[in-house]
Antibody, heavy 117, light 110 residues
Framework: EVQLVESGGGLEQPGGSLRLSCAAS????????MNWVRQAPGKGLEWLSN????????HYADSVRGRFTISRDNAKNSLYLQMSSLRAEDTAVYYC??????????WGQGTLVTVSS | QSALTQPASVSGSPGQSITISCTGT?????????VSWYQQHPGKAPKLMIY???KRPSGVSNRFSGSKSGNTASLTISGLQAEDEADYYC??????????FGVGTKLTVL
């Protein structure tokens, strides 16, 4: 069974940093592109970032480019999102998502990040 | 990249059919065969319902179907059931390993 379990969310002050992790199991993690998608409270879904299986290609949405960094450790079956210069508008549930043929076939349960002073 | 346009809400009675539209541009929906649709119940993670414009993942009811014409994709749900009440999001590949979601549509089953 495919499982994606996010962790690392919490309350952080504006300008601060936070690192999200996603533990993957039930599939060959090293062969799939992975993504982060977020959803602000009461709002829609927003794609944030994609990383290819061997990390050779990485892309970001304009809203987070230069502030967020996606990475992965295939040996640990883990995906990460390093977030810095956090803003109030970064408050959201962050989902770890598997990419299958340019669609998002498995999602984690999400981790809530709240940016507030 | 601007969010894809979807109606804010749609509704239908049990047994009826409804269609949700998703309008993008020639740079996303109109350029790639990679429109997908997601169902999200309150407090839950999204679930993939349609991929590659019109394909259904294993386990998804055949009451759900997808289509596309030009820059507009559509999700049709036939034989509406109470459990179909949820938020629905379209998503399109937009090139250069980037994606854009629709604004979301709230489906109410009357």
């Amino acid at each position: 069974e495919v499982q994606l379990v996010e962790s690392g969310g919490g309350l952080e002050q504006p300008g601060g940093s936070l690192r999200l992790s996603c533990a993957a199991s039930g599939f060959t993690f090293s062969t799939y592109p992975m993504n982060w998608v977020r959803q602000a409270p009461g709002k829609g879904l927003e794609w944030l970032s994609n990383i290819t299986p061997n990390s050779n290609l990485i892309h970001y949405a304009d809203s987070v480019r230069g502030r967020f960094t996606i990475s992965r450790d295939n040996a640990k079956n883990s995906l990460y999102l390093q977030m810095s210069s956090l803003r109030a508008e970064d408050t959201a549930v962050y989902y770890c998502v598997r990419d299958q043929d340019f669609s998002f076939d498995y999602w984690g349960q999400g981790t809530l990040v709240t940016v507030s002073s | 990249q601007s969010a894809l346009t979807q109606p804010a809400s749609v509704s239908g009675s049990p047994g009826q059919s409804i269609t949700i539209s998703c309008t993008g541009t020639s740079s996303d929906v109109g350029s790639y065969k990679y429109v997908s649709w997601y169902q999200q119940h309150p407090g839950k993670a999204p679930k993939l319902m349609i991929y590659e414009d019109s394909k259904r993942p294993s386990g998804v009811s055949n009451r759900f179907s997808g289509s596309k014409s030009g820059n507009t994709a559509s999700l049709t749900i036939s034989g509406l059931q109470a459990e179909d009440e949820a938020d629905y999001y379209c998503c399109s590949y937009a090139g250069s390993l980037s994606w854009v979601f629709g604004v979301g549509t709230k489906l109410t089953v009357l």
